[in-house]
């Protein structure tokens, strides 16, 4: 009875060793990914990148740390890199819409055009993915800088409809406005600039939809405004060029 009972303590001790270890294994990775995203906000970006590294020494199927690297490496104009690292976080889950994203646009940046378009789309296959105007936004800017305008207006709706932020309507009112859809832009801009009346870019593109669609004492009020937000700026320049030219 008394072997017995040593053979049952060897078993269940056994049994604690095998589980143990997987629970801390992942407590590990995290407490080595939580460290380096601290050295990420600090912009240490090596001890944040040494951080990540550990944590998928204690945990190779940690996606998040694979993620961060990718966008570590894609800062730093390492693509390729950061391809793998994303392509390493994805096969760990083949619905992680963050990375998805963050490869499209290194793929934007390597002009891989329809590479990025697929990522964008997968990412947004994901109906619980919180922040779907980010695809859309970067959806939209594929197709400007492709000067396809109509396609980027239609991302930047859609980006709207998810969040209706200054940026994006700023975005959405250049598309209009390089579409030649100019009061369609004037409507867009101008509600930006009664969301934040202190965008700079978006007063100057309001001037601009105003000249073009022919109110130039209203344009002039947006340059001068301009002006006075951003001064010493490139955009302040244009600004007071314009304003000697409309007086």
Partial sequence: MKRFSIIMILILTGCATTTVPTMDKAKMAEGYYMKGVSYYQAKNYELASVEFNRSLQSDDNYKQSYYMLGIITADQGRLED??????????????????????GTVYSRQQKWKDALKCFK???ENKLYPTPHLPYLNIGRLYMTQKNYDKA?????????????????????????????????????????????????????????????????????????????APGSEIARKAKDYIQTLR
């Fill in 82 to 103: 950061a391809v793998k690292y994303y392509r390493e976080a994805i096969d760990r889950d083949s619905e992680y819409s963050d990375a998805y994203n963050a490869l």
């Fill in 122 to 124: 997968k990412a947004l």
């Fill in 153 to 229: 207006v239609e991302a930047y709706r859609e980006a709207k409809r998810y969040a209706n932020q200054d940026f994006i309507i700023y975005e959405l009112g250049m598309a209009l406005f390089e579409a030649g859809r100019t009061k369609e832009a004037l409507n867009e801009f101008q509600e930006g600039v009664g969301l934040s009346p202190q965008n700079a870019n978006l007063r100057y593109s309001l001037a601009l939809a105003l000249l073009k669609d022919g109110k130039k004492q209203a344009a002039l009020a947006e340059f001068k405004k301009t002006s006075k937000l």
